[in-house]
């Protein structure tokens, strides 16, 4: 049911349960989970450089050249203020927006005043998304949205004959489109691999947002798929799931499938520059517990990195 890939992935899976990769990775993720969880979140940094040499502040990556953020579809039930205070209570410097929290309608004067916000809490919009395009029109209407926001990234999907029109919007507007790929019942982009075939000829604007969960459970490995699409990965949307096939479900990072620290590591091999941006999607009605585990378990596998 889930390819030819999947006897290796589960196989890598196997592997990466074992318990010395999650030892060697427990104590470092422990103090940053910690510490987010606690809510002594300007802490983490200055013990995370204590444990390891890496300086992980607010969201940054000091000395890597990705950096972290939140897709705010994790807080798909809250309001924008609230959105915006918890993901600054997080630590994070960077942002990009679903529609729950800056609708693709809004006028240039809501636009602005959305974005005023954000500077406002310290934070930085860099993209918004997840976009779909299934028309002309809505082609259209997602880059005027994104320009009049400063948003260097739509995390897109297009329909693919709508391809040669967002090609053109990128080269004019010169924002990016990074297409998000859905897995198993996504019949347009299920993995990184479909939406590379559709766009390696493209303008190098067009590109990928790697959603390792989804790829996770599409039984493709996201590590080696992140390495293989390096020249055109664009963004990532970082979770983990309970399983490699269509019935993984998102857990807090570090509990599931995913071998987080083998993915991390190969980011860092490719050199990876964009934005790992946590997307969340459980406990949709208090997601600050286990997106603060999260991102602890993450941030200390950087220290350890």
Known sequence: MLGKD???????????????????????????SAACITGIVGSAPGLAEQTAGTKVLGGTTKG?????????????????????????????????????????DSTPETIAEVVA?????????????????????EVNQAFDY??????????GVPKPELLPQV?????????????????????????????????????RRLGLCNDIGHTMRAGVDPSESAERLADRLLDVHMKDVSAANAKGKTVEIGRGVIDIPKFLR?????????????????????????LAESIGYVRGVLAAI
């Open 117 to 137: 916000d954000v500077k406002k809490a310290g934070l930085e919009l860099y993209g918004g998304g997840v976009i779909y395009m299934n028309s002309e029109a």
């Open 64 to 104: 890597l050249a990705f950096e972290l953020a939140v897709a705010s579809y994790t807080f798909r039930k809250f309001d924008l203020a609230k959105t915006l205070d918890m993901t600054r209570r997080l630590g994070f410097k960077f942002i990009a927006l679903k529609d729950y929290h800056l609708p693709l």
């Open 266 to 290: 190969a980011l860092v091999k490719v050199g990876y520059a964009g934005k790992v941006a946590f997307e969340y999607e459980k406990d949709a009605d208090d997601p600050m517990p286990g």
């Open 167 to 203: 090609n053109e919007k990128a080269r004019q507007y010169d924002v990016k489109v990074a297409i998000h790929n859905h897995g198993p019942g996504d019949k347009l982009y299920p993995t990184p691999d479909s939406v590379y075939e559709k766009i390696k000829g493209l303008d």
């Open 6 to 32: 999947a006897g290796s992935v589960k196989k890598d899976n196997n592997r990466s349960s074992d318990s010395r990769t999650r030892r060697s990775f427990l104590q470092a993720a422990g103090i940053g």
């Open 146 to 155: 994104a320009k009049a926001a400063g948003m260097k990234v739509i995390i």
